[in-house]
């Protein structure tokens, strides 16, 4: 049976039961939840864990340092700093090896996430999240085979972890391997932790075939298990994520129902942004920018809403008002963790490379055909990064009318007649689908 953050759970809640001012406890029930995509509870422990932490021990204040900065003020600038004099201090403890990679991995620095994790594996070949770690970088770096041969050497050591699935099935997706994903699926059957993940990956790969109908489906399945295993930020961020997907495929009443559905269910920061990006993405600027204000005022530390949430929202209003210019300067910022891969407190919508998404789109307005290009391209080179999400798909076609507009003709029909390959089996009424061949089609009589 895998084994992961969700079966110690009930232990964690008993033993605070017994002593309420049990520090370590309440730190790793926090990380726990905060891996099941539950993070308001999660911070809700972890400052728990931090007003008790005199009571820890010199390690486990550490622990709760670097928590309180991950997951509460969501600082990952000072979560950093406390992880390496915590493995400064204590250099053979291999959580504060582990997680190290982990913050280093959010904000790109994959190299420090591989080093990091390494040493965890020579000082404890049995740790099962290194191997995770290790080969979810393999997949950023599009390296598969290596990815492969991670999991691999875990599972020769008999080491298990739903994360282990969900990498596979990464992979098999971006393999196109249609066999291995449905192995995945069917070995993920009662597996409560990573159930509604499988349904809302599943929902995520169909929509990127452009089969939106059975997509929703999938989608509400995805929300409807997470809502019976009582996780209701998980199920905001399905919504969240199907969501934003309508609202990029051109369906924007769908995008604003949904996006409304996952504000019911929670304000959690990863579901409230893909809600704001919903909202922003179908037009209705008020309520996305009044989601950006609550994310800046409620986080106001957190790295990644202020490199990365707020300056994409803000992008977007500022290209629909006619401003892509602003745009770009509203983008500056986030050049500085934009690769880095978002997904690790997610089990619904990923956020990561939508600044440069957005920076593409703001060269397009401008007309500056090449440099949108290129921006297009970064995306489409790290697949591993952006995995199912639908701008992994957009980049294709958004390249296309780049090079078009820089005068490649022959080069934007190939972007243009790969995407309608993806989609040969869409619906036909997805009104994406409609501008592309528009687009296509006007590009071939100029030719």
Not at 412 to 441: C, I, N, T
Request: aromatic share 10%; hydrophobic share 45%.
């Amino acid at each position: 049976m895998l084994q992961g953050h969700a079966v110690g759970i009930p232990f964690l809640k008993r033993a605070i039961d017994i002593d309420p001012h049990f520090a370590s406890a309440l730190a790793v029930l926090g990380r726990d939840y905060s891996a099941l995509g539950e993070m308001e509870l999660a911070r809700e422990y972890t400052r728990r864990a931090f007003q008790e932490r005199d009571r820890a021990s010199d390690q486990e204040r550490f622990f709760i340092k670097y928590s309180q900065d991950r997951i509460v003020t969501g600082n990952l600038e000072k979560a950093l700093q406390t992880a390496e004099l915590w493995t400064r201090a204590y250099p053979r403890d291999v959580l504060g090896l582990s997680l190290y990679g982990a913050a280093a991995k959010v904000l790109g620095n994959f190299d420090k996430t591989v080093e990091e994790n390494r040493k965890t594996i020579e000082v404890d070949a049995d740790q099962p999240y290194a191997y995770a770690h290790l080969a979810m970088v393999a997949v950023f770096r599009n390296n598969y085979a290596e990815a492969q041969r991670w999991l691999e050497r875990a599972s020769e050591r008999k080491l298990t972890l739903p994360d282990f699935l969900m990498i596979r099935h990464l992979i098999a997706f971006l393999q196109g391997n249609q066999t291995e994903m449905e192995r995945v699926d069917l070995a993920s059957e009662g597996m409560s932790e990573i159930q509604d993940w499988i349904w809302g990956e599943r929902a995520d790969v169909l929509a990127f075939s452009g089969r939106l109908k059975q997509a929703r489906l999938m989608s509400q399945h995805a929300v409807q298990v997470a809502l019976g295993a009582n996780r209701p930020e998980a199920a905001a961020q399905h919504e969240a994520a199907a969501a934003v997907r309508e609202a990029l495929f051109g369906n924007p009443i769908e995008a604003r129902k949904r996006a409304a559905a996952a504000q019911s269910f929670s304000r959690g920061k990863d579901a409230q942004y893909g809600a704001a990006l919903a909202f922003a993405f179908a037009g209705d600027s008020v309520r996305a920018e009044a989601l950006t204000k609550d994310l800046e005022q409620r986080y106001p530390e957190d790295t990644i809403v202020r490199f990365s949430f707020v300056p994409t929202l803000r992008a977007i209003a500022a290209i629909q008002r006619g401003a892509p210019e602003q745009a770009l300067e509203l983008l500056g910022p986030a050049t500085r963790y934009e690769l880095g891969w978002l997904g690790c407190c997610s089990v619904g919508f990923v956020g990561s490379l939508y600044p440069i998404y957005l920076r593409g789109e703001a060269y397009l307005a401008l007309h500056r055909g090449t440099e949108a290009a290129a921006q297009f391209q970064r995306i489409i080179d790290n697949r591993g990064i952006v995995g199912s999400n639908p701008i992994a798909l957009l980049a294709q076609w958004k390249r296309g009318k780049a090079l078009a507009m820089a005068g490649k003709s022959v080069d934007a029909d190939g972007e243009y007649q790969h995407f309608l390959s993806l989609w040969q089996e869409a619906d036909a009424d997805v009104p994406m689908l409609r501008g592309v061949k528009d687009e296509s089609g006007r590009l071939v009589m100029r030719k």
